[in-house]
């Protein structure tokens, strides 16, 4: 069984900086991807980002771009997100998934973290 564990969370002000980690257990995900999601009060859940495992390609949502940074680790079977210039709007619970791809124009994903609390202040 997959299991998801993100770290990471918590407060800060506008404009600093969070890193989150996700390690998976349960299989390893070789040529998939593996993504953050991140749903704000009121929202639906949105794509954040996603990386290949194995050829380290990269996708990012564009309110993210150039902000945040996707990376993985394949010996510990983890993804990291490193948040800088964080924004108000980036408050939201952040969720690891995997296997992330997508469908039509959307992305999802078969697994779901438990989800890390993200708060920016103004």
């Known amino acids: 069984q997959v299991q998801l564990v993100e770290s990471g969370g918590g407060l800060v002000q506008a404009g600093g900086s969070l890193r989150l980690s996700c390690a998976a257990s349960?299989?390893?995900?070789?040529?998939?991807?593996m993504g953050w999601f991140r749903q704000a009060p009121g929202k639906e859940r949105e794509f954040v980002a996603a990386?290949?495992?194995?050829?380290?390609?990269?996708y990012y949502a564009d309110s993210v771009t150039g902000r945040f940074t996707i990376s993985r680790d394949n010996g510990k079977n983890a993804v990291y997100l490193q948040m800088n210039k964080l924004k108000p709007e980036d408050t939201a619970v952040y969720y690891c998934?995997?296997?992330?791809?997508?469908?039509?124009?959307?992305?999802?994903?078969?697994?779901w973290g438990q989800g890390t609390q993200v708060t920016v202040s103004s």
């Open positions: 990386i290949v495992f194995n050829t380290g390609s990269t």
């Open positions: 998934a995997a296997p992330t791809y997508t469908r039509g124009n959307y992305w999802t994903a078969d697994y």
């Open positions: 349960g299989r390893t995900f070789g040529g998939y991807a």
